[in-house]
């Protein structure tokens, strides 16, 4: 047996694809010229051979005399619900009334969230993927996840997933309100986007490039990729904090922050603030500063890569 049809048959024994599925795989690997197969059942993993044309057809069998019917207990009332909480499943969701927190979750796949003036409750769809909505009163989770049963078979079934159309990242797009209280995001790999969001943004990020713009606070965790952050910030905490990557922070015109930043293997520079401290080491650097009346906090800290902060309109020095 070749090794795909055996992998295909284990992934069916083990309940992980249906027989349909599996079939699916069998003829994409047929037009590939990767195996040739009969098709499979659900039953034990091999075809029943069809029957010879001499086979000699069953006596019949008189069926049992059905057993008596025992007595039925009436259904108990149904419970009142006591939690506000609901879940859906689709490739797109329209999320209606009033929303304070939006929390995404993606394994691999970009994401791009807009937020508009105006706009009404929450948008999102994908089309290539799964959407999972969980609300629970004015609070919204959103999963995001691709058509493969197991992620572990990422490697063998990479070629057969493009022969029959289904790929493994899932592209998302997101419309929210601007004046979004609370956004969350978490993705171990893929590009996100986030505009026009001006409520708190706070992203975990494993690897993959971030883009952010108009945030009205921010806290930023990120592993491997670039981040480049615009942004106006008059109040509050705001934290970002990379592994590996270069960090790219422009805060725009009426910003009032006390900075303080730092890298331990690469460059870090901040213009148009007025300096308090710096300090320059052989293989990086750290510096404090304060922007306009310094109201909000900012800290950004880098391991491996530059950190460029810039204020538009602030001081020359």
Request: proline share 8%; aromatic share 2%.
């Given at each position: 047996?070749?090794?795909?049809?055996?992998?295909?048959?284990?992934?069916l024994r083990q309940g992980k694809i249906s027989p349909e599925e599996a079939n699916k795989?069998?003829?994409?690997?047929?037009?590939?010229?990767?195996?040739?197969?009969?098709?499979?059942?659900?039953?034990?993993?091999?075809?029943?051979?069809?029957?010879?044309?001499?086979?000699?057809?069953?006596?019949?069998?008189?069926?049992?005399?059905?057993?008596?019917?025992?007595?039925?207990?009436?259904?108990?009332?149904?419970?009142?619900?006591?939690?506000?909480?609901?879940?859906?499943?689709?490739?797109?969701?329209?999320?209606?009334?009033?929303?304070?927190?939006?929390?995404?979750?993606?394994?691999?796949?970009?994401?791009?969230?807009?937020?508009?003036?105006?706009?009404?409750?929450?948008?999102?769809?994908?089309?290539?993927?799964?959407?999972?909505?969980?609300?629970?009163?004015?609070?919204?989770?959103?999963?995001?996840?691709?058509?493969?049963?197991?992620?572990?078979?990422?490697?063998?079934?990479?070629?057969?997933l493009k022969t029959i159309g289904r790929n493994l990242p899932v592209n998302l797009e997101?419309?929210?309100?601007?004046?979004?209280?609370?956004?969350?995001?978490?993705?171990?790999?893929?590009?996100?986007?986030?505009?026009?969001?001006?409520?708190?943004?706070?992203?975990?990020?494993?690897?993959?490039?971030?883009?952010?713009?108009?945030?009205?606070?921010?806290?930023?965790?990120?592993?491997?990729?670039?981040?480049?952050?615009?942004?106006?910030?008059?109040?509050?905490?705001?934290?970002?904090?990379?592994?590996?990557?270069?960090?790219?922070?422009?805060?725009?015109?009426?910003?009032?922050?006390?900075?303080?930043?730092?890298?331990?293997?690469?460059?870090?520079?901040?213009?148009?603030?007025?300096?308090?401290?710096?300090?320059?080491?052989?293989?990086?650097?750290?510096?404090?500063?304060?922007l306009g009346g310094g109201r909000a906090t900012l800290e950004c800290r880098l391991t491996?890569?530059?950190?460029?902060?810039?204020?538009?309109?602030?001081?020359?020095?």
């Open positions: 047996m070749d090794p795909f049809r055996e992998r295909i048959e284990n992934l795989l069998l003829k994409a690997l047929d037009n590939t010229g990767d195996t040739t197969s009969a098709p499979l059942t659900g039953s034990g993993g091999t075809p029943t051979p069809p029957p010879t044309a001499r086979a000699v057809p069953p006596t019949p069998v008189t069926p049992p005399a059905p057993p008596p019917r025992a007595a039925q207990t009436p259904p108990a009332p149904p419970t009142p619900a006591t939690a506000a909480s609901t879940t859906t499943q689709s490739s797109s969701a329209q999320i209606d009334g009033a929303i304070s927190k939006l929390s995404v979750s993606i394994t691999a796949g970009d994401i791009n969230i807009r937020g508009l003036p105006n706009h009404q409750g929450i948008t999102a769809h994908s089309d290539n993927g799964r959407l999972e909505v969980i609300r629970n009163g004015d609070e919204v989770r959103l999963v995001a996840s691709t058509l493969i049963h197991d992620p572990t078979e990422i490697g063998w079934l990479n070629t057969v997101i419309t929210v309100p601007s004046d979004l209280a609370l956004l969350e995001v978490k993705a171990l790999a893929g590009d996100v986007d986030v505009n026009g969001v001006t409520g708190r943004v706070t992203m975990d990020l494993q690897a993959g490039d971030l883009t952010l713009n108009d945030a009205g606070s921010f806290d930023i965790s990120a592993k491997a990729g670039d981040v480049k952050v615009s942004t106006t910030l008059t109040a509050g905490d705001s934290r970002l904090s990379a592994l590996a990557g270069n960090i790219s922070l422009k805060l725009q015109s009426g910003s009032s922050v006390t900075l303080k930043a730092s890298t331990v293997a690469g460059d870090v520079s901040a213009k148009g603030f007025i300096l308090t401290q710096t300090e320059k080491r052989i293989t990086g650097g750290s510096l404090e500063g304060r491996a890569g530059d950190l460029n902060i810039e204020a538009i309109g602030g001081s020359s020095q």
